[in-house]
């Protein structure tokens, strides 16, 4: 199973960056698919959930209105578009899948997912 995130970089305070993440080795569209954060020193942070139809969303409250996540089943593919972009937005981001349902609570756990991307590097200057 691989998980590989793209799309990260350097981009200055109200802007936007797309991440990517392909995934292979499972069947996509059987999982849960999300996106978590962090910065050093601090712990990994919820930002966004996707079901595996799409049909439910959830997001974390510093970046709910601001980012959003979308997914294309087709290519096995998970995308989080961040717009309005902050300086504490900074962190390295990880995309991760679930292959079960889970509660609104329950997706916003680390432990509830089985696999892990590499991670991208997202860095906003003020």
């Known amino acids: 199973v691989q998980l590989q995130a793209s799309g990260g970089g350097l981009v200055e305070t109200g802007g936007s960056l797309r991440l990517d993440c392909a995934v292979s080795g499972l069947t996509f569209s059987n999982y849960a698919m999300g996106w978590f954060r962090q910065a050093p020193g601090k712990e990994r942070e919820f930002v966004a959930v996707i079901s595996w139809s799409g049909g439910f969303t959830s997001y974390g409250g510093s970046v709910k209105g601001r980012f959003s996540i979308s997914r294309d089943n087709a290519k096995n593919t998970v995308y989080l578009q961040m717009n309005s972009l902050k300086p504490e937005d900074t962190a390295v981001y990880y995309c991760?899948?679930?292959?079960?349902?889970?509660?609104?609570?329950?997706?916003?756990?680390?432990?509830?997912?089985?696999?892990w991307g590499q991670g991208t590097q997202v860095t906003v200057s003020s």
């Open positions: 991760a899948a679930a292959p079960r349902p889970g509660t609104d609570a329950t997706m916003r756990r680390v432990e509830w997912y089985d696999y």
